[in-house]
T-cell receptor
């Protein structure tokens, strides 16, 4: 079974530029998450999708961040314009709402996109 | 509010045992995860506790006390490849809230 795919793996941009990240979840996983992980910290949830609908975007800085999952599979996360403090690893994860307990709760992470804003 | 704490760093010798503690506060609780994250890589699932007690899985064991808001991850027979960050995360309404992670360094 293929894992969560993300691209690009690394990105360096200057502040005020725009950047977009792409995620392809595990096949059949209806739930998709975007996390921001700043160096030395744990992942922080930015947005959660269930199929193509947003479940939770309470921690997404909506003045500069946007995300979509138009067909309920792939997702893109965009930052426009970027700030220095956006330098972080952006992790995508997916899970299956089927089943109960650990099967439903476990999130599988992609390798992440490491963003550096100069 | 929600809060989760774990030590920042731990160092141990190859072959030894290390226990990583995690304390949490949350109004809703569905379970507790431990993830392993090697430098520059994605977090990978280690364990999930939903009931009180000890879950053993090979060299790794995880313990949960819901009344105390406390969990620990026990790593036995440490190997060099166990050098990584270990993330504690509680589940509330199928959303994960992560601690900052504990960096474990295994010395020869």
């Amino acid at each position: 079974e293929a894992g969560v795919a993300q691209s690009p793996r690394y990105k360096i941009i200057e502040k005020r530029q725009s950047v977009a990240f792409w995620c392809n979840p595990i096949s059949g996983h209806a739930t998709l998450y975007w996390y921001q992980q700043i160096l030395g910290q744990g992942p922080k949830l930015l947005i959660q999708f269930q199929n193509n609908g947003v479940v939770d975007d309470s921690q997404l800085p909506k003045d500069r961040f946007s995300a979509e999952r138009l067909k309920g599979v792939d997702s893109t996360l965009k930052i426009q314009p970027a700030k220095l403090e956006d330098s972080a690893v952006y992790l995508c994860a997916s899970s299956s709402p089927a089943g109960t307990g650990v099967r439903r709760a476990t999130q599988y992470f992609g390798p992440g996109t490491r963003l550096l804003v100069l | 509010g929600q809060n989760i704490d774990q030590p920042t760093e731990m160092t141990a010798t190859e072959g030894a045992i290390v226990q990583i503690n995690c304390t949490y506060q949350t109004s809703g609780f569905n379970g507790l995860f431990w993830y392993q994250q090697h430098a520059g890589e994605a977090p990978t699932f280690l364990s999930y506790n939903v009931l009180d007690g000890l879950e053993e899985k090979g060299r790794f064991s995880s313990f949960l006390s819901r009344s105390k808001g406390y969990s620990y991850l026990l790593l036995k027979e440490l190997q060099m490849k166990d050098s990584a960050s270990y993330l504690c995360a509680f589940v509330n309404d199928y959303k994960l809230s992560f601690g900052a992670g504990t960096t474990v360094t295994v010395r020869a």
